[in-house]
């Protein structure tokens, strides 16, 4: 069965990218823009984030699910 990735709000998934070796670069209203080298992604901070707009930004980091969920568990 595949990992599911879990409902959690904008500031959870900020925290677990950082934990992945993302910095926030900057904010423009309630979005913050992540980068790891060439890398990045965009995370609004919403209370709670759509499962596909998660999925957008763990795509625009391109890293995957998997890494992502279990980071989140084990931060």
Not at 16 to 32: A, E, L, Y
């Amino acid at each position: 069965m595949p990992n599911k990735l879990p409902r959690i709000s904008g500031k959870e998934a900020i925290k677990t990218f950082q934990s992945m070796g993302f910095n926030t670069v900057r904010q423009k209203g309630s979005h913050v823009v992540l980068r790891k080298g060439d890398f990045g992604c965009v995370i609004p901070l919403h209370k709670e984030l759509a499962i596909g707009t998660l999925k957008s930004a763990i795509k625009q980091a391109k890293i995957t699910v998997e890494d992502f969920i279990t980071t989140y568990k084990n931060r």
